[in-house]
Each structure stands twice: as C-alpha cells, then as structure tokens.
C-alpha cells in the first residue's frame, strides 16, 4: 500500500484593513478656504467648457470675470507676506 500523502495547507486569507478617512478638525471652512475651493471649481468649469489654460487661469486673475452672483472677497485679515517667498519679491 502506498504512503498517503500530507495535504498542503490552505493559504491564509489576509485580513484587509480598512483605512480611516481624514477629517478635518473643524466642521466649517474658513473664507480664505472657501475662496480657494470656489477658484478651483471656476477653473475646472472653464477647463471643462473647452477653454484652453492659458485663458482660464486669466480669467481667474480677472476678479471682473467672476459671474455676478459671486459675492467672495480675500479675507483682510490674512498677511500674504507670510505665504510669499523670499526669492519672489523681486
């Protein structure tokens, strides 16, 4: 009678681990990130409307472009000297 032979055990299953979504700490965004968010979303939609690059982003520097209903202002409170380099202040 032949030897029986051993069975190979069944590979494990790996345990997957579901990653956790990052939140933001505050549940409201400041006027400074709502600005930002709606520029994003201008520049998408003008990219989106078959506008080439060079035209959207210029329109986007052109605050007289924005559609009327755009009320959004830069906050004043917000010192631009802290974001700029040192190398661009030429």
Same mark, same amino acid.
């Given at each position: 009678?032949?030897?029986r +032979?051993? $069975?190979?055990? &069944?590979? *494990?299953? *790996? %345990?997957?681990?579901?990653? +956790?979504? *990052?939140?933001? $700490? /505050?549940? =409201?965004?400041?006027?400074? !990130? %709502? =600005? &930002?968010?709606?520029?994003? !979303?201008? =520049? $998408?939609?003008?990219? &989106?409307?078959?506008? @080439? !690059? /060079?035209?959207?982003?210029?329109?986007i520097?052109?605050? !007289?472009?924005? @559609? &009327?209903? %755009?009320?959004? /202002?830069? @906050?004043?409170?917000?010192? @631009?000297?802290? =974001?700029?380099?040192?190398?661009? /202040?030429?």
């Amino acid at each position: 009678m032949p030897a029986r +032979r051993k $069975k190979k055990a &069944a590979p *494990r299953k *790996r %345990v997957r681990t579901v990653k +956790r979504v *990052r939140t933001v $700490k /505050e549940p =409201y965004h400041t006027k400074l !990130e %709502v =600005y &930002a968010i709606w520029l994003n !979303e201008y =520049y $998408k939609s003008l990219k &989106a409307a078959g506008f @080439p !690059e /060079e035209i959207c982003l210029s329109l986007i520097m052109d605050k !007289e472009s924005y @559609p &009327a209903w %755009v009320n959004f /202002e830069l @906050p004043k409170n917000v010192d @631009p000297s802290k =974001y700029l380099d040192e190398e661009d /202040e030429d």
